[in-house]
């Protein structure tokens, strides 16, 4: 499952923690029975995972972003930002086969992001509809994204095949060109790892539009109705201002996985033809933990990772002042 | 099918072929995503020459569990039957790990007072936006100092730190009325007993929720465990795919046998506890 799309739900919805209405009452009972050690042996467990893996790695990796730090090698020099410097060098080591896989990350997001976000909403909209079998079109639409991108990516590599694949055999049969290198050449390969994302993705985003849809009062709709709006007319005036919230996550949600595509290029077109679709997670992963050049590959975490807050940012305050 | 619709108005001719042609859009969605799953499934039933053969064929004209036999004998140097059990027992400790941390921990966020309280909670959401790309490496570092690399821990434990569990379960506590524990406290209850008895039980359905999510996330995981895993001992499935297409390269058979045993767990999984999982993935977009 990709996972980094199930791992980003929005902050902004819960109450601040510490505000409760009945106080002073609320302070004594909360210590009936219980020493002010109580709390701490609730959190502990997950603290202890929380700053090991989390809290630690994050500050551990900008430290070792400030070093030549080669796994193999015993000596680690602090070199402080030279790191950063040699990205933006022209003819550095790493600034080239870097930038190049930020183009592209860039154009496979510009790609697919579009499409994930609005094919799902068409698809969420005919499925809200009550008829018979929506759950079941539903529980389909998902299915894929059950599956993960290893077994996905293993299986539309098979039937993406130029020669003996399913899609260019049926292609051939309705007199069609049936040798598209559909994993080898440009501009195929975008073609592929796009498509077999929003095939992977699509249930995905459908649901959670689905569960947005059905949060809109069905007394706008009557309302907008009796006014004599019509079917464009309310999708426009209650449906898409209903669905801001969930607008806001799909997208965000969405350009971030997007950003983050690792498996597709990796197991459909190995990051080829040449490196045009090696992405920058593969670019990064690879010089970090293939050629143990840890330090480069944490400075470019750190770029990648400024790029996607940025993106995120202006996303929320593109929502923000839609809404004013 | 179309007079079972919901028809509080009179089914007019615009409105039969209004439901046809959805029904029509819904079917031909239905073919392009059911299709590729089961070619896979077909072709992993078929010799190694008929899968690659024109006319290609979708039913096998010779039933054969050739794909299946090199995967699953002692020895194989594609050991799928080995990848299973370590995806197996990965993705159930992780989701039992996950719960088990998770869940204490959110509950003394949603209802005890405690010094630091607010900055916990506020640092631990604010993981939920950094980027995971930059644990990465260091992560890497601190499970090998650890000597969890080429180990089925390294695919455990570190992934049970992210707080989305936390985040979800405290959502769920907030919501539970609090005469239920005032009930138990003059009952003479501690917190943990007041945790265990009361809480618990109410929360079958949450903590179902990101068991059941969790346990797929890292059956399914795939990055992370390509780079911490080299050795058959310590390999799941997704990694154990990705070298079963680089040893078998044209055997189809193969390759979709292993694709086959990837999936079957994951479907039943769905539609058993497809309830459990559509609601975890809608409610982390909308009540967050």
Redesign the interface.
Same mark, same amino acid.
């Given at each position: 499952?990709a996972? +980094?799309q199930?791992? +980003?739900?929005?902050?902004?919805?819960? %109450?601040?923690?510490?505000k +409760?209405p009945q106080g002073a009452k609320?302070?004594r009972?909360?210590?009936?029975?219980?020493s002010?050690v109580?709390?701490?042996l609730?959190?502990a467990?997950?603290?202890v995972?929380?700053f090991?893996?989390?809290?630690?790695?994050?500050v551990?990796?900008f430290w070792?972003s400030l070093h030549e730090w080669d796994?193999l090698l015993p000596g680690k020099p602090f070199v402080g930002l030279q790191n950063y410097v040699e990205l933006f060098t022209p003819g550095s080591v790493t600034s080239g086969p870097f930038w190049k896989s930020m183009e592209a990350t860039g154009k496979f997001t510009l790609y697919s992001a579009p499409l994930l976000v609005l094919v799902p909403l068409g698809?969420a909209l $005919?499925l809200n509809?009550?008829?018979?079998?929506r759950t079941f079109? &539903?529980? *389909?639409?998902?299915?894929?994204y059950?599956?993960? *991108?290893?077994?996905v990516a293993?299986?539309? &590599?098979?039937?993406l095949d130029p020669? $003996?694949g399913?899609v260019n055999?049926y292609l051939g049969r309705l007199g069609l060109p049936d040798g598209i290198p559909w994993t080898t050449a440009v501009p195929w390969v975008w073609v592929t790892l796009v498509g077999v994302t929003v095939?992977w993705t699509l249930g995905?985003n459908a649901? $959670?539009y689905?569960?947005?849809l059905q949060?809109i009062p069905r007394e706008l709709y009557d309302a907008a109705s009796v006014d004599g709006a019509n079917a464009w007319q309310r999708f426009l005036h209650v449906t898409i201002p209903g669905l801001r %919230?969930?607008l806001l996550?799909?997208v965000t949600?969405t350009i971030?996985a997007s950003a983050?595509m690792?498996?597709q290029s990796?197991?459909i077109t190995n990051g080829g033809p040449g490196d045009d679709t090696r992405t920058?997670?593969y670019y990064?992963?690879e010089t970090?933990? &293939?050629q143990f050049n840890?330090g480069s590959?944490?400075a470019m975490?750190?770029m990648?990772?400024l790029f996607? $807050?940025l993106i995120?940012i202006v996303n929320f305050a593109f929502f923000r002042q839609r809404e004013d | 099918m179309a007079q079972g619709t919901v028809g509080r108005e009179k089914p007019d001719a615009r409105r039969i072929v209004k439901i046809s042609l959805s029904y029509g859009a819904l079917i031909l969605l239905t073919v392009v995503f059911v299709a590729p799953i089961v070619w896979m499934f077909l072709t992993s039933f078929k010799t190694n020459p008929e899968s690659t053969r024109f006319p290609l064929s979708w039913i096998p004209r010779e039933f054969s569990t050739e794909g299946y036999r090199p995967i699953f004998r002692a020895g194989s140097d594609a050991p799928v039957l080995r990848y299973f059990f370590n995806s197996m027992i990965a993705a159930s400790a992780h989701a039992a790990l996950v719960v088990v941390t998770a869940a204490p921990a959110a509950y003394a966020l949603a209802r005890m007072h405690f010094r630091g309280k607010g900055l916990m909670f506020a640092v631990v959401i604010s993981t939920l936006f950094i980027p995971h790309v930059i644990l990465l490496t260091p992560n890497y570092l601190i499970v090998d100092s650890l000597g969890w690399l080429d180990t089925l821990l390294a695919l455990i434990v570190p992934g049970a730190a992210g707080a989305l569990g936390v985040f979800l379960l405290r959502q769920f506590f907030v919501s539970l009325p609090r005469e239920l524990e005032e009930a138990a406290v003059l009952d003479g209850a501690n917190r943990f007993q007041i945790f265990i008895r009361v809480i618990l039980p109410l929360s079958k359905a949450p903590l179902a929720t990101l068991a059941v999510l969790s346990f797929l996330t890292n059956w399914n995981d795939f990055l992370w465990p390509v780079f911490v895993t080299f050795s058959p001992a310590s390999m799941t499935l997704p990694p154990g795919l990705a070298t079963l297409q680089n040893a078998y390269n044209t055997n189809y058979p193969i390759i979709m046998a292993g694709g086959v045993v990837a999936s079957v767990p994951v479907i039943i999984l769905f539609v058993i506890a497809q309830r459990y999982v559509i609601e975890g993935v809608s409610r982390s977009g909308l009540k967050g």
């Open positions: 499952m996972t +980094q199930a791992e +980003q739900p929005r902050a902004g919805a819960s %109450p601040p923690p510490g +409760q609320r302070e009972r909360d210590f009936i029975g219980a002010p109580t709390p701490y609730f959190m467990p997950y603290l995972l929380f090991t893996f989390v809290l630690a790695p994050v551990y990796g070792i796994y698809v $005919i509809r009550k008829f018979p079998g079109f &539903r529980a *389909v639409y998902f299915a894929p059950v599956l993960g *991108v290893a077994v293993v299986l539309w &590599r098979f039937l020669n $003996i399913l055999y095939w995905f649901v $959670i689905l569960a947005g949060d %919230p969930v996550f799909v949600v971030l983050n690792f498996g990796y197991l920058a997670i990064i992963a970090g933990l &293939r840890m590959a944490s975490s750190f990648l990772a996607l $807050i995120s | -």
